[in-house]
């Protein structure tokens, strides 16, 4: 009876499991991100349905070494953030970074065209400009993927494209380079306003990170669940089968 008990408590743990899976899934999205803009950033990255998880929100009094602490090494990332002029409007821009964040090596360089898939977007203006691909063998202009330093924040491009400062707050800007469209103005433009750069004019707000993952297709849970369903069953018949040989 007790071998009984422990298989059936097994299935509905696996079950409750899979709920649970399904849930997390279902609710990944975080205060920046509205379903809206989660399916925005999904159709960017044409990969079909996220699960984004939020590894670092910004805290009052943090720096870039915050940042860094909880970003450094875990792989590809959306960095989104509340950027306002000096007018005060405010937009929800960032960056999608294929690599992971380091503490050091300055500029990450990606000359061949395969290595240049991040982007950097508005998500409140629904613009994402990609990495500029080689007018020419050897051209540079979009190889400056991310800039990689313990006293920067979240920052892509040469221009730099979208600079985080230090404190994740006061005289950010962005000055398009490395990132635009083939036949656009690739220097000086703001990608939160779309102003010709004079200096640094940006204040940061709210910061989130989000790591990235596949969501399974249903059926492929449906399987996964069968299978424990299955398995569970198998378990529950052997230990019936041994409890009859012992009576």
């Known amino acids: 009876m007790h071998n009984n008990f422990r298989a059936a408590s097994s299935a509905a743990l696996a079950v409750a499991g899979m709920a649970f899976c399904l849930g997390a899934q279902a609710n990944s999205g975080t205060s920046l991100l509205s379903p809206g803009y989660q399916a925005q950033l999904e159709t960017w990255l044409g990969e079909g349905r996220l699960a984004l998880t939020a590894i670092y929100s910004k805290a009052a009094g943090d720096t870039s070494l915050d940042f860094h602490k909880a970003t450094d090494g875990k792989g590809r990332t959306f960095s989104v953030m509340e950027a306002s002029n000096s007018a005060g409007q405010t937009w929800l821009v960032g960056g999608y970074n294929p690599q992971s964040w380091s503490s050091t090596g300055g500029m990450h360089v990606t000359m061949e065209d395969s290595q240049r898939t991040a982007f950097i977007f508005n998500l409140t203006a629904g613009v994402m400009l ?13 190889s400056g993927q991310t800039y990689n330093d313990l006293s920067y924040g979240p920052t892509f491009g040469i221009g730099h494209d979208l600079y985080v400062p230090q404190d994740l707050t006061h005289g950010g800007y962005s000055s398009l380079y490395s990132y635009n469209y083939r036949g656009q103005p690739a220097n000086g433009v703001s990608l939160i306003d779309g102003s010709t750069f004079t200096g640094p004019n940006i204040t940061y707000g709210a910061i ?8 399974p297709e249903p059926a492929t849970w449906s399987l996964l669940l069968g299978g424990l369903i299955l398995l569970a069953g ?9 409890d009859g040989a012992r009576g």
């Open 130 to 142: 990609p990495q500029l691909k080689q007018y020419f063998s050897g051209d540079g202009i979009g």
């Open 208 to 215: 989130q990170v989000f790591t990235i993952s596949a969501v």
């Open 234 to 242: 198998m378990q529950l018949r052997q230990s019936r089968v041994r």
